[in-house]
């Protein structure tokens, strides 16, 4: 028992203890002590307790407590400590303590508990402190907890769980300024990372994240503001990174994977406020998506220069959103699913009322197959969507789809939208194929300055347009460029096909300043886009 005492060293040593209330070592208000190349160890409670001390070091040390609710290392007020190099562990109950202390260091070391409802190492109500180059394991319940601390960081360190009763690293309780970074996370039976109770600012980074049991997350943020999530790799069974009730998340630059079965790479699940994602590679898997934001988001959404690779049913799925959300879907690279199991989606927009913006996108089939009895939707808007703004987008199946149907552009019940300035394009042998298809009172639909080029076989039938009776109400069409190298070059009004372009014209009393001309573009093969 050191109290009140400082500058001493204690090297080559065995201290041991089998007292609950007599630890192996106990500083008290003691400085400047180091402890090198020894071994403590308590079967019935804390191996080492550092109280109101600051500055003291412990090196090439093995601590071990064997006792539930006792500590290898117990850290309490107490500043500006060293553990490096060294071996904490508990196999009863929690490994190390942080309460009430800051600016510690622990680097190079393992830290392991084998205990259910232990916390490995519990960070609480303390700051600013590193985990650096270390190692932190518990099969049985959380590896790292951070409880109502600030600015601590974790860095290069692996941090392990195996139970779905905890998650490898929790952060709750208004944890805010903490950062993750360079490190591994898993937990293959529970969730990887779960931030939740106002938890604010806190950074994810250069990190690589798993989990891969179903219903858990590799990364699950719930009531949180101002996340930063960038550079990492998120992989999950289920969903790579849950979001909900959360404001001002920002996911920048990672590879968000989950393959099986419904899995959902990107998943914002309701009361959001604000997402911003960018350059990220996301895939979900099959009937799932890649992106889902669904179920009465808020504020501003924008998902920018992501890719979006094939697997899932919908590449991204946007339905239900509060009114006056702003949405922009731009620059992403959208590469749809094709299979013969299902309807496939490479964006779909479900009763957005306050509209979206779909901008500079490529939706672009580069994966050969057949959709056997289904369809191919390269954008799919219903359930009373509106308002949508889609222009400079590029669709593009160069004959990747070898069976089936394919709809290049199909708004259902969708009013009051503008269809400008862009491409589409499909080639291959269909059972049915449209490139673009108004129904269900679609009414109030502008397409304005695009071009359509398809050179198509069919089984059953085909066209370029598709406008049904009770669509036609403020439907205008102009400008654009309708091309096909066969005969397949048709509108169909009303339920009547008439060839492009006189004959539409007539018909319909659209379309006066367009063109049936080949557009000439230099290369239209999967992946040029």
Do not use: C
Not at 101 to 123: P, Q
Request: avoid cysteine; aromatic fraction near 10%.
């Amino acid at each position: 028992f050191l109290d009140a005492s400082n500058l001493n060293t204690i090297s080559y040593s065995t201290v041991t203890s089998a007292s609950a209330d007599n630890p192996a070592v106990n500083l008290s208000g003691a400085s400047s002590n180091t402890f090198s190349s020894s071994y403590l160890f308590n079967s019935a409670g804390d191996a080492l307790v550092l109280d109101n001390s600051p500055y003291n070091t412990v090196s090439l040390s093995t601590l071990v407590s064997n006792a539930a609710g006792s500590y290898a290392l117990n850290i309490g007020v107490s500043s500006f400590n060293t553990v490096t190099q060294s071996f904490l562990n508990n196999p009863a109950g929690p490994a190390l303590n942080f309460n009430a202390s800051d600016n510690n260091t622990i680097s190079y070391s393992t830290i392991t508990s084998n205990a259910t409802n232990a916390l490995t190492v519990h960070v609480l109500n303390s700051s600013s402190n590193t985990i650096t180059q270390s190692y932190v394991y518990n099969p049985a319940s959380v590896g790292l907890l951070f409880n109502g601390s600030q600015n601590n960081t974790v860095s290069y360190t692996t941090v392990l769980s195996n139970t779905d009763q905890a998650d490898a690293i929790t952060i709750l309780n208004s944890s805010t300024f903490n950062v993750i970074t360079q490190s591994f996370v898993s937990n293959p039976l529970g969730n990887g990372i779960s931030l939740s109770g106002s938890s604010d600012f806190n950074t994810i980074s250069y990190s690589t994240v798993t989990s891969n049991n179903a219903g858990y997350f590799a990364l699950f943020l719930n009531g949180v503001s101002t996340t930063s999530i960038f550079n990492s790799y998120l992989q999950s069974y289920s969903v790579a990174l849950y979001i909900a009730n959360s404001t001002g998340t920002t996911v920048n630059a990672n590879v968000l994977l989950s393959t099986p079965t419904g899995g959902v790479g990107l998943l914002f699940d309701g009361g959001n406020v604000n997402l911003f994602a960018s350059s990220n590679t996301i895939t979900g898997g099959p009937q799932g998506s890649g992106v889902a934001i669904v179920n009465s988001n808020s504020g501003l959404i924008k998902l920018s220069t992501n890719t979006i690779n094939p697997g899932a049913q919908n590449g991204i799925n946007i339905s239900q959103q509060l009114p006056n959300t702003e949405i922009w879907i731009t620059s992403n690279t959208i590469i749809p699913t094709v299979s013969s199991d299902f309807d496939t989606f490479g964006l779909y927009l479900g009763g957005l009322t306050s509209g979206a913006t779909i901008y500079n996108n490529a939706i672009a089939y580069r994966t050969a197959g057949s959709m056997g009895a289904f369809t191919a939707y390269a954008l799919f808007a219903d359930n009373n969507s509106a308002n949508l703004n889609i222009h400079h987008n590029r669709f593009n199946n160069p004959g990747m789809i070898t069976a089936g149907n394919f709809i290049g552009v199909f708004f259902t019940g969708t009013t009051n939208s503008s269809f400008n300035f862009n491409d589409l394009h499909s080639t291959g042998t269909f059972d049915n194929s449209l490139l673009l298809q108004l129904t269900a009172a679609s009414t109030g639909i502008q397409i304005k300055n695009n071009i359509f080029l398809a050179s198509m076989t069919v089984t059953g039938s085909s066209a370029t347009l598709d406008i049904s009776a009770d669509s036609q109400p403020g439907f205008i069409s102009d400008y654009n460029d309708f091309f096909s190298s066969n005969s397949l070059n048709t509108g169909i009004w009303g339920g009547t096909n008439y060839p492009l372009l006189p004959a539409w014209q007539a018909a319909s009393g659209q379309d006066t300043n367009s063109i049936a001309a080949n557009p000439l573009w230099h290369n239209v093969a999967a992946g040029v886009e």
